[in-house]
């Protein structure tokens, strides 16, 4: 896969790219390798991403990326936090996560909490991030974790907010990596 990405950017002089992806799940980066170099079809691409499962909108919208990816060799980079794991801070908020699974995510936990620090921040939380859990909750949406476990009582604000910034950590920090 290298040496064709290699190859493909070397004769356009274009610089190495990516296409990220907030649909596909981090453990399934695996599949999209396999799917880029041709070594499964689109439909084992999806099954291999449970993407009926694990995102919300159809394929169909996406697949013109997908197909330029694949004819390109343009690596796909699964971003998103892996369900299983946002559940947890869902249920139980980020201590309930291990270091092992911290690290997968948050590759600098101190500038991680340094960003969380200042007032803009703050007025972001106030501005986003607040009128979003309001609206989960007008909709009776809390009682769910984004895997389909339920919960006694609405999530609390803490874990809400928590998975959010995970959710935008996982996916700035991946694309950071690539």
Same mark, same amino acid.
């Given at each position: 896969?290298?040496?064709d990405?290699?190859r493909?950017?070397?004769?356009?002089?274009a610089?190495?790219?990516?296409?990220?992806?907030?649909?596909?799940?981090?453990?399934?980066?695996?599949?999209?390798?396999?799917? /880029?170099?041709?070594? /499964?079809?689109?439909?084992?691409?999806?099954?291999?991403?449970?993407?009926?499962?694990?995102?919300?909108w159809s394929?169909?919208?996406?697949?013109?990326?997908?197909?330029?990816a694949?004819? #390109?060799?343009?690596? #796909?980079?699964a #971003?998103?936090?892996?369900s299983?794991?946002?559940?947890?801070?869902?249920?139980?908020?980020?201590?309930?996560?291990?270091?092992?699974?911290?690290?997968t995510?948050?590759?600098?936990?101190?500038?991680?909490?340094?960003f969380?620090?200042?007032?803009?921040?703050?007025?972001?939380?106030?501005?986003?991030?607040?009128?979003?859990?309001? #609206?989960?909750?007008?909709?009776?949406?809390?009682?769910?974790?984004?895997?389909?476990q339920?919960?006694?009582?609405?999530?609390?604000?803490?874990?809400?907010f928590?998975?959010? /910034?995970?959710?935008?950590?996982?996916?700035?920090?991946?694309?950071?990596?690539?």
């Open positions: 896969l290298h040496e990405r290699k493909l950017f070397t004769k356009t002089a610089p190495p790219m990516a296409i990220g992806l907030e649909q596909v799940q981090r453990q399934f980066q695996p599949v999209l390798d396999d799917f /880029i170099a041709g070594k /499964i079809s689109e439909e084992e691409m999806l099954k291999g991403v449970d993407w009926e499962k694990r995102w919300f394929y169909a919208n996406y697949k013109p990326v997908f197909d330029a694949r004819e #390109l060799k343009i690596p #796909l980079i #971003l998103n936090v892996n299983e794991d946002l559940a947890v801070v869902e249920k139980g908020g980020f201590p309930a996560l291990t270091r092992s699974q911290i690290r995510y948050i590759q600098d936990p101190n500038g991680f909490a340094e969380a620090k200042p007032e803009s921040y703050k007025t972001y939380v106030s501005y986003v991030i607040r009128p979003s859990y309001d #609206l989960h909750q007008q909709m009776g949406l809390l009682r769910t974790t984004i895997s389909g339920t919960l006694e009582e609405d999530m609390p604000f803490r874990n809400f928590s998975g959010r /910034i995970l959710w935008d950590e996982s996916m700035a920090s991946g694309a950071f990596s690539w």
